[in-house]
């Protein structure tokens, strides 16, 4: 709730700042790009979890370390003079190392950005905004029930992220971004082949930081 109060109060803020200017010009763009993701936190390639007493079967889940990897990013923009609002999507499959095992993963991530623009109109902008995101990291094998008994697991959760940008408008319709966002990734969720979707105390959190850059059509 905190999060989101912060997110909405940001958000009527900028509003605020061009709330006097003659015309409102609204725009839409598509973004493309990558995004060069460095993480470390509670996936540390060491740890164990186990299931409650409670679940249906006895289970444990690894922790992998994934250090660093792409993710393959778009974003759907609706631009209102200096405020931008994007829906935004990433996937990516990072390499995992564990003491257990190493193997491939897969990250997905799915939520809403909210950005302001300081100089627009000029073709060149710095933009500072607030996010948030659905995020899942799926590890093939990191479950076992028993020793020769694999199977996937797949960690979910949402968190907040803050980001930093600079936008070059080669014209009217084309336009490039390289920003950096820091993400807070809250995972309390784990599903796996034999104990469905399971609820994780205490959370894992992952910090993630990403350089990033993206191409934009504007119409």
């Keep these: 709730m905190v999060i989101r109060g912060i997110f909405l109060l940001f958000f009527l ?16 763009a598509f973004a493309v790009g990558v995004d060069f993701a460095i993480t470390k936190g509670d996936f540390d390639g060491k740890t164990i979890i186990h299931s409650s007493e409670k679940a249906p079967e006895k289970e444990s889940v690894i922790l992998p370390k994934v250090p660093f990897f792409l993710v393959y990013a778009f974003d759907a923009r609706a631009l209102a003079n200096a405020s931008v609002m994007a829906f935004n999507f990433g996937l990516g499959f990072p390499s995992y190392e564990h003491n257990l095992q190493s193997g491939d993963a897969r990250y997905f991530r799915l939520g809403l950005e909210y ?13 500072a905004g607030l ?16 020793e020769d008994s694999k199977n996937y697991a797949n960690f979910t959760g949402n968190g907040p992220h803050a980001v930093f940008s600079a936008n070059y408008y080669f014209s009217k319709k084309f336009a490039a971004e390289c920003a950096f966002r820091y993400r807070l990734l809250h995972l309390n969720r784990v599903a796996t082949d034999l104990n469905d ?9 992952q910090n993630m ?5 993206r191409f934009m059509f504007v119409f």
């Design 115 to 127: 950005q302001y623009h300081f100089f627009w109109p000029e073709d060149f902008r710095v933009g």
């Design 197 to 205: 979707v399971s609820k994780i105390t205490p959370a894992i959190f």
């Design 131 to 146: 996010g948030y995101t659905f995020s899942s990291m799926r590890f093939p094998k990191a479950s076992f029930a028993e």
């Design 209 to 213: 930081g990403e350089f990033g850059a």
């Design 13 to 28: 803020l900028a509003q605020l700042l061009h709330a006097y200017e003659a015309e409102l010009v609204k725009k839409y």
